[in-house]
């Protein structure tokens, strides 16, 4: 276990599109950065960008989903280091558009398993991490398109995680964690890309800039 001068970020989702932005610019704030993605690949890139900059990570290739694991994950964290300054929950799944009734169960399924459910094992296993920090935040990102036509599971899944998020930040209010709920500008990520394919995505904000722009809304 370490001293609390070194500061942690822990980020999901972090291999690429804003997961990966967020996970970049904390490493050049000087955090290291816990980073988790199932893309092997995506993961290696990123730490060459943050070691580049100065900054180091470590590299954990998970699926969120996988409840033993998350679980070792954290306990693994507790060991190392003890606490953790900073969760950004960044991992996502989003089935295609489509009307409710041609909704898929398996796509349906899958969603509400990533949206829902493995953020509520995430708030489960990263609070005690979050407690022990001397100001521990939690960030998770909330959608204005969520309740739009065509949206309907992707949109159910980001409702209830907002919820989840908003009693979190209520019911910790007074212990030491400051949870956000932060809205980004569209960007040309791949989950938006399969949203709307046929958009103009030099019109949409860079991710790097989006990641600049959120964080500076924190007591970082």
């Not at 953020?119 to 909330?142: C, H, W, Y």
């Not at 739009?148 to 908003?166: E, I, T």
């Amino acid at each position: 276990m370490t001293e609390q001068s070194q500061k942690i970020a822990l980020v999901t989702g972090a291999s690429r599109g804003l997961g990966a932005a967020m996970a970049e610019s904390l490493g050049a704030r000087g955090y290291h950065v816990i980073a988790l993605a199932r893309t092997v690949g995506g993961l290696e890139e990123l730490d060459d960008r943050i070691t580049a900059k100065g900054g180091s990570a470590t590299l954990v290739p998970v699926d969120i989903n996988d409840d033993d694991a998350m679980a070792q994950i954290c306990h693994s964290i507790h060991e190392r280091w003890g606490y953790v300054d900073l969760l950004v929950h960044a991992a996502i799944h989003a089935a295609p558009l489509a009307p409710m009734e041609h909704v898929d169960a398996k796509d349906l399924d899958k969603t509400l398993a990533t949206n829902v459910r493995a953020t509520a094992r995430l708030i489960l296993n990263t609070t005690p991490l979050l407690k022990a920090s001397k100001a521990g935040q939690a960030v998770l990102f909330d959608d204005p398109e969520q309740g739009d036509k065509f949206h309907g599971a992707y949109g159910l899944s980001k409702a209830a995680q907002m919820r989840m998020a908003s009693s979190w930040r209520d019911e910790t209010a007074k212990t030491g964690i400051t949870v956000h709920m932060l809205t980004p500008a569209p960007m040309p990520t791949a989950t938006r890309g399969r949203f709307y394919p046929g958009e103009d995505r030099a019109k949409l904000t860079d991710c790097h800039a989006e990641a600049a722009r959120l964080l500076d809304q924190l007591p970082l």
